[in-house]
């Protein structure tokens, strides 16, 4: 099966713009999904599909895709955004049907 | 209000079995393919398996497969993981996630995990 590759470590300053990567062959065929996790609680969902957002998540939150590259951007980073953050698709390129999870990505605002 | 309630965790000997619950409420339950992921101490999310709306499509991990078996009953709203010939390394929290539909991949409601401690 493929890999999903983040970055294990982003940092933005209070009320800028980042961006967090994931990488693999999988995203070529399927849309990235996102969730973001707080210390000792469960994931939350934050973009699925082509980029759309649950109820209640703030539109700062953005998804986009590139080849094999997905991107979460949060424009103007909220002290409440620190969290670790993960990307997953499906992955048909072994024998079976797969789900993939990145290694995640810790985001710490300044 | 959806709702996921897990249960069935514990400490558990190497070789032995264990089977997780997952009782859900607040939506057409048999609408939907359910799944489990699964978070070691201090590590990231892992996709352990997934099932369709009237089982007819399963899925599990490398890691897992042979080992585990998923399963419902959309009579009763459960999901299941029957865990058999654990390993240490299958010591996480194990979470149950709705599917925004089929997907297999867009989990919109999670439960607030089991945990699962293989140790002799």
């Known amino acids: 099966s493929s890999e999903l590759t983040q970055d294990p470590a982003v940092s933005v300053a209070l009320g800028q713009t980042v961006r967090i990567t994931c990488q693999g062959d999988?995203?070529?065929?399927?849309?990235a999904t996102w969730y973001q996790q707080k210390p000792g609680q469960a994931p939350v969902l934050v973009i699925y599909?082509?980029?759309n957002r649950p109820s209640g998540i703030p539109d700062r939150f953005s998804g986009s895709s590139s080849g094999n590259t997905a991107s979460l951007t949060i424009t103007g980073a909220q002290a409440e955004d620190e969290a670790d953050y993960y990307c997953?698709?499906?992955?048909?390129?072994?024998?079976?049907?797969?789900?993939?999870f990145g290694g995640g990505t810790k985001l710490t605002v300044l | 209000e959806v709702q996921l309630v897990e249960s069935g965790g514990g400490l558990v000997q190497p070789g032995r079995s264990l089977r997780l619950s997952c009782a859900a409420s607040?939506?057409?339950?048999?609408?939907?393919?359910m799944n489990w992921v699964r978070q070691a101490p201090g590590k990231g999310l892992e996709w352990v398996s997934s099932?369709?709306?009237?089982?007819?499509?399963?899925g599990y991990a490398d890691s897992v497969r042979g080992r585990f078996t998923i399963s419902r009953d959309n009579t009763k709203n459960s999901l299941y993981l029957q865990m058999n010939s654990l390993r240490a390394d299958d010591t996480a929290l194990y979470y149950c996630?709705?599917?925004?539909?089929?997907?297999?991949?867009?989990?919109?409601?999670w439960g607030q995990g089991s945990l699962v401690t293989v140790s002799s």
């Open positions: 996630a709705k599917d925004t539909g089929s997907t297999w991949s867009e989990f919109d409601y």
């Open positions: 607040g939506f057409t339950f048999d609408d939907y393919a």
């Open positions: 099932i369709s709306w009237n089982s007819g499509n399963i």
């Open positions: 999988s995203l070529r065929s399927y849309y």
């Open positions: 599909g082509k980029n």
């Open positions: 997953n698709s499906r992955d048909s390129s072994g024998k079976h049907l797969n789900v993939v």
